[in-house]
């Protein structure tokens, strides 16, 4: 596999990129089609993330619109990003009251992690290894 796309509906784009670029400090990309703020694109090394807006999907895949509204979104899928600056994104996430599933620790597997939750609910796990600091 060369290359990874995964997508992922959110309710709000505008919240979810505020989320992303403010609290988490990524680059995100507002995406235009048709004179629209169609999507939003975060990419990485090998890997994009595309959110798009469920009442958007919603009505080009009716038939996914049932599944949403039952459970947890997201439930047993995790973002795992690796970073370098924990530190320094846990004081944003604070900053900005995120609710924290698990407070940072240190992980027998050489990493540290902290676990949080994005606006739509979907699990994020952001790690850094240990040798960083």
Same mark, same amino acid.
């Given at each position: 596999?060369?290359? $990874?796309?995964?997508?992922? $509906? #959110?309710?709000?784009? =505008? %919240? $979810?990129?505020?989320?992303?670029?403010?609290?988490?400090?990524?680059?995100?990309?507002?995406? !235009?089609?048709?004179?629209?703020?169609?999507?939003?694109?975060?990419?990485?090394? *090998? +890997? /994009?993330?595309?959110? /798009? =807006?469920? !009442?958007?999907?919603?009505?080009?895949?009716?038939?996914? &619109?049932?599944?949403?509204? #039952?459970?947890?979104?997201?439930?047993? #899928? !995790? @973002?795992?990003?690796?970073?370098?600056?924990?530190? =320094?994104? +846990? *004081?944003?996430? %604070? !900053?900005?009251?995120?609710? @924290?599933?698990?407070?940072?620790?240190?992980?027998?597997?050489?990493?540290? /992690?902290?676990?949080?939750?994005?606006?739509?609910?979907?699990?994020? #796990?952001? &790690?850094? &290894?240990? /040798?960083? &600091?």
């Amino acid at each position: 596999m060369e290359y $990874t796309s995964l997508q992922f $509906t #959110v309710k709000d784009l =505008e %919240r $979810t990129y505020q989320f992303y670029r403010n609290v988490l400090g990524f680059y995100i990309e507002k995406v !235009a089609e048709d004179g629209g703020f169609d999507f939003l694109v975060l990419k990485g090394d *090998g +890997y /994009e993330i595309m959110f /798009e =807006e469920s !009442a958007v999907v919603s009505k080009l895949h009716p038939k996914l &619109s049932d599944k949403w509204d #039952v459970g947890v979104r997201g439930s047993g #899928v !995790a @973002l795992n990003f690796v970073v370098n600056n924990l530190y =320094e994104i +846990y *004081g944003r996430i %604070r !900053a900005h009251n995120t609710p @924290l599933l698990y407070d940072i620790v240190e992980k027998h597997y050489g990493m540290r /992690e902290v676990w949080i939750f994005d606006p739509d609910d979907y699990l994020i #796990v952001l &790690s850094e &290894s240990l /040798e960083e &600091s």
